[in-house]
């Protein structure tokens, strides 16, 4: 079972940084490795004894789970930003138009 862990935790970041032509957002894939690391963290202390061990697989899910609201707030921002651009420049236009009816005053 460690070696999975080692292999989950160490494998996943490396592949998301050293892909070259990544199909998903890395924030995304990241947010996605999570979600699988909590979904295992929450399996793996019914397989242990030790209280000790079982409260470090208790915090490493609560990490995760806090990093996947970080995630989705960034790719939220990260999705929405394309929306946001041109009521940006209509606005734009708009504040050019009325300084220059102003002005004409």
């Known amino acids: ?10 494998g ?3 592949h998301v940084i050293a892909a070259k032509d990544p199909v998903m957002p890395s924030w995304l894939t990241i947010a996605v490795f999570c979600l699988l690391s909590s ?3 929450v399996l793996l202390p019914l397989a242990l004894e030790q ?5 470090m697989y208790a915090a490493i ?3 995760c789970i806090l990093l996947i609201g970080v995630l989705e707030v960034l790719g939220w921002v990260v999705l929405s930003k394309h929306l946001i651009g041109p009521e940006a420049k209509r606005l734009e236009l708009r504040i050019a ?3 220059e009816t102003i002005g004409s005053k």
């Open 51 to 55: 209280t000790r061990d079982q409260v």
């Open 61 to 63: 899910f609560v990490w």
């Open 12 to 14: 996943i970041p490396w």
């Open 39 to 41: 979904i295992l963290m």
């Open 97 to 99: 138009e009325l300084a």
């Open 1 to 10: 079972m460690p070696g999975l862990l080692v292999a989950a935790v160490a």
